[in-house]
């Protein structure tokens, strides 16, 4: 099989890729990746001497270059996107422009190319909405509720997939995950943050009190889970991928000051962003019962993990860090 994998030198897309040719050594997979501030090269070096395994740059904007690649590929995954909030609320116009016009041009791409590749959309529970404590999960029947301009950039991108399986037929499944953790997410994000702020002496930012609570999925669960879809799930339909790991923002960084052996004091609060949902979780039993997947690694020792290899691995954040003012 060939693969054309958006945003494949960021954070999910690369551990998808890595993990995809652990399991599949005979497929190809085309790395298609822009290299914004949110992918490096040096996340997927170690895969440059894969000979199943090709870089090409690009926007996914792009209608020509795109349109060659996904003409000779069989499944066409999508990971690029703009994805940090408080990015999408200073600028809404790169999400606009990323999450659903690019969106739409790889849609028509696989529409017209010779022979229409599957397509796996991957997407966001933040196109729910908020929760209360009380509510139940989120689901696959949940209704769309986004509230910032990142989820409903998201969102707009999930109706447009759906859109073009009903209309045009086209062979397409969507994912929609929970908060992802693991190595080689951006600094920007909260785990992350919070390690590498240890790390250089600083201290750890929770907007409000730090009572937001998140589901968590470590990363390699995640892709295990896309992969799943890929290979066993119903063509249209979409699967809720989540880690079954509700804390909120405090509590994730008491366990990171813990791992570390830092005093809690280390811990600051700011000012609350607009719109900050309160509350996301997943009820992942669809999944679980029609693709056969699970997460697999609990949430203390998926943070073990984490937090171990951002202190071995200064070498990648560091200048990460330093190149997005951090």
């Not at 590749?117 to 009380?134: A, C, I, K, M, Q």
């Not at 953790?181 to 409000?208: D, H, M, V």
């Not at 813990?258 to 949902?277: C, F, M, Q, S, W």
Request: net charge negative; charged share 25%.
């Amino acid at each position: 099989m060939r693969l054309f994998v958006t945003g494949g030198a960021g954070f999910i897309g690369s551990h998808f890729i890595r993990h995809w040719l652990k399991g599949h050594p005979n497929d190809t997979v085309i790395n298609y990746d822009a290299l914004t501030y949110a992918g490096h090269t040096e996340t997927v070096a170690d895969l440059l001497d894969n000979p199943h395994y090709r870089f090409v740059a690009g926007d996914i904007r792009d209608e020509q270059k795109v349109g060659d690649l996904i003409a000779e590929s069989d499944i066409v995954v999508h990971f690029a996107a703009e994805s940090h909030v408080d990015r999408s609320i200073i600028s809404s116009k790169p999400f606009v422009q990323t999450n659903i016009e690019g969106t739409l041009v790889l849609l028509e791409a696989a529409k017209n190319a010779p022979t229409r590749p599957r397509f796996h959309h991957v997407s966001t529970d933040e196109v729910f909405g908020s929760l209360n404590p009380s509510d139940p999960k989120f689901s696959e029947s949940t209704p769309y509720d986004p509230r910032s301009p990142y989820s409903a950039s998201k969102a707009s991108s999930d109706h447009l997939v759906r859109a073009y399986y009903y209309t045009y037929g086209l062979p397409i499944t969507i994912s929609n995950c929970s908060n992802n953790y693991g190595a080689y997410q951006l600094p920007e994000k909260l785990i992350p943050l919070c390690i590498t702020n240890i790390l250089e002496g600083k201290p750890l930012p929770l907007y409000g009190r730090g009572e937001n609570i998140r589901d968590w999925i470590y990363v390699l669960d995640h892709v295990k889970g896309i992969e799943a879809a890929i290979e066993r799930g119903t063509i249209g339909e979409t699967y809720c991928l989540g880690g079954n790991n509700e804390l909120s923002n405090i509590e994730i960084a008491r366990m990171i000051c813990k791992e570390l052996g830092v005093n809690e004091d280390v811990i600051t609060y700011v000012a609350d962003r607009p719109g900050h949902d309160f509350r996301y979780a997943i009820d992942s039993s669809r999944a679980e019962h029609d693709l056969g997947w699970k997460p697999e690694l609990n949430f203390k020792q998926g943070l073990h993990e984490t937090v171990a290899w951002y202190r071995d691995n200064r070498w990648w954040w560091e200048p990460i860090k330093v190149g997005i003012a951090l």
